[in-house]
């Protein structure tokens, strides 16, 4: 029975194979005499029709399986492109490609066993599972689906999603600091209560200021301000030697003042110039304190002070003064209601009295100074800051010194002459020269005595500098020599001090 021989010995391909072979009665396999028409009729039984449609139905399996497997790699590389294309979508591409190509390698290895089964249709193939390549793809591309739904969602969405996106992120930062928040929570409640009990006290103070203010006015009425008044006039005038007359109450007006002398007589009459240009600035002064409105006593004031010394001899300009600069002291410690002072004058030493801060200090922040100037009947005012542009006669003299490269010798000459004069004769007390040079160091006396027939020459004499050394070099010699007299008179520190030059430096030439 060739059916059984063939299944026992498992040889149906290559059996069916030398069946093409089978033209004469030799065999193919043995080359003998052994093919009968018995033989070939229970081949043709074995390799029946339905053996061949079983053939037929592996073939068919195999396009089938290969038109699959184009297809499927067709569209995911086309998903590769379209990844690697638009930088919006979300998906692992490196993960992605590494899994295509295992399973196309899985799949070509399939192919070769279907082609190979279709040949020896007796061989056993097990075909390599692409389950788990299928399986990750689709999960990538599932993944990478929802991103883009959610994102068409946001997109669809915009306004709310960026309303929830807000909110969101406040969640988080509130959450992420939500230590801080409760502490910031806790100091606005204690400000909150520090707030209500400034508010309060507030409330409190304003209503015992508006009771005060209230006895301020009522206190008027009787009185009382026009002898405060008269006690600090009286007692002024006493301290600085004003003493025949004085200031006492009106018989005949209540709340105003009559002037009397020793005598009895009423002064109003009588007073000289510079008597009645101080006592109204005393006047005035107290008026600055009060008002003559009861209802604006406490009210915060500006002061104008307008050329009070011009009718006054220097003694008077000095307690004026002295007056005057106890209110700018006052104004800048905020003591009082006197919140501004603004001064106008033509005396230059009342200006330089009521400007002086300290031996220390020449500008102040709380001070600022102007020049007004009038030209044509038009009036300009000229802003100097902190900066006081005004100086003494004296400071203008050594300024010229300061500034001589551009000063004659002559004019130098009368400038050394006067400082002398005035520094060393006037408030020196050298009654005259040749007492000064004496003062000198012996090396120094002859060259003192130099400086001196020089600046007496320029100052009194016609000088005729054509047979004389160029002046800057003479200049310069003398105010060395200058600068010695001061030196062996133990005055160096003002000469440093006028001239702008530090204590230390070393002497010209020395």
Not at 47 to 54: I, P, V
Not at 288 to 307: E, F, H, M
Not at 330 to 340: C, E, F, L
Not at 344 to 364: A, Q
Request: glycine residues 4%; charged residues 30%; contains cysteine.
């Amino acid at each position: 029975n060739i059916s059984k021989l063939i299944q026992h010995l498992n040889i149906d391909d290559w059996v069916n194979q030398g069946r093409n072979y089978l033209q004469s009665k030799t065999c193919p396999f043995c080359q003998e005499e052994t093919i009968t028409d018995d033989f070939k009729e229970q081949l043709k039984k074995y390799f029946d029709k339905e053996y061949l449609e079983q053939i037929s139905g592996i073939e068919k399996y195999q396009l089938s399986y290969q038109s699959s497997l184009n297809s499927l790699t067709n569209q995911l590389e086309d998903i590769k492109r379209k990844v690697n294309s638009n930088q919006n979508i979300e998906m692992d591409i490196e993960v992605f490609s590494n899994i295509l190509i295992a399973l196309v390698s899985k799949s070509n290895t399939n192919k070769c066993l279907l082609e190979k089964k279709i040949k020896e249709p007796s061989r056993d193939i097990e075909l390599a599972s692409t389950t788990e390549q299928l399986e990750q793809l689709k999960q990538l591309i599932d993944d990478s689906n929802k991103k883009i739904t959610a994102h068409n969602s946001v997109v669809a969405n915009l306004q709310k999603e960026k309303e929830k996106l807000i909110i969101d992120i406040w969640s988080f930062i509130a959450q992420d600091n939500i230590d801080m928040i409760e502490e910031y929570k806790e100091k606005i409640k204690g400000l909150e209560k520090g707030i209500k009990k400034l508010t309060q006290e507030h409330k409190d103070k304003q209503t015992k200021w508006t009771s005060i203010e209230e006895d301020i006015q009522k206190l008027s009425q009787y009185g009382i301000g026009t002898q405060v008044t008269i006690d600090f006039i009286n007692k002024t005038l006493i301290k600085f030697s004003f003493l025949n007359f004085s200031i006492e109450p009106s018989i005949e007006d209540k709340n105003k003042y009559q002037l009397k002398r020793e005598n009895g007589d009423l002064a109003q009459t009588s007073l000289s110039e510079g008597e009645i240009t101080f006592i109204t600035l005393l006047y005035f002064i107290q008026l600055t304190k009060g008002s003559t409105d009861k209802s604006n006593i406490a009210n915060n004031k500006i002061l104008v002070v307008d050329d009070p010394v011009s009718s006054l001899d220097s003694n008077v300009l000095f307690i004026v003064s002295t007056l005057l600069k106890q209110i700018i002291e006052d104004t800048k410690n905020d003591t009082g209601n006197i919140k501004q002072v603004i001064f106008l004058t033509h005396n230059i030493y009342f200006h330089k009295e009521v400007s002086f801060i300290n031996s220390r200090e020449t500008e102040n922040k709380y001070t600022n100074y102007w020049i007004l100037r009038k030209n044509n009947k038009i009036s300009s005012i000229e802003s100097y800051g902190i900066k006081n542009p005004i100086k003494t006669s004296y400071e203008l003299l050594w300024q010229e010194l300061k500034d001589r490269k551009n000063i004659s010798n002559t004019a130098i000459q009368n400038t050394m002459r006067r400082i002398i004069e005035y520094y060393f004769t006037i408030i020196g007390r050298y009654s005259n020269n040749n007492r000064l040079i004496k003062t000198l160091k012996d090396e120094d006396q002859e060259i003192g005595k130099a400086l001196l027939s020089w600046i007496n020459e320029g100052s009194h004499g016609i000088s005729d500098d054509l047979y004389m050394e160029h002046r800057d070099d003479v200049q310069e010699k003398f105010m060395s020599v200058f600068k010695y007299i001061f030196k062996d008179t133990g005055h160096i520190e003002h000469y440093n001090m006028m001239m702008g030059e530090n204590i230390k430096d070393k002497l010209i030439n020395n």
